[in-house]
């Protein structure tokens, strides 16, 4: 579920990226599949560090959804897509030079 949250999440940080940063944007597509990618690694980097195991074990515990897991993988996600699709929009403007 995080994971899937944070997919969704970076295909719009990707796409808000893009339209702030509009020399870098890859187009609507690019943006959204580069977000997706960067949202996924973002989530995985998040579960890595242990902070959505913590996070699940606190909502098993208290037997519902945890509001603080969901943020957590929407800000992990969106700022993941966010950042990996300037990354790509840097490297394109690279070697278009």
């Given at each position: ?8 999440s ?17 187009g ?9 990618l ?8 998040l ?11 606190v ?14 993988s ?17 490297i394109k ?5």
């Amino acid at each position: 579920m995080e994971l899937l949250i944070g997919l969704l999440s970076g295909a719009i940080g990707g796409n808000i990226a893009g339209a702030l940063l509009k020399n870098m944007s890859l187009g609507t597509l690019g943006n959204s599949i580069v977000g997706i990618l960067g949202g996924g690694i973002g989530a995985q980097i998040l579960g890595m560090l242990g902070a959505s195991s913590v996070a699940t074990d606190v909502a098993a515990g208290a037997g519902g959804v945890d509001l603080g897991s969901i943020i957590g993988s929407v800000a992990s996600g969106g700022v993941g897509g966010g950042v990996l699709m300037v990354v790509v929009g840097l490297i394109k403007q690279m070697l278009a030079k």
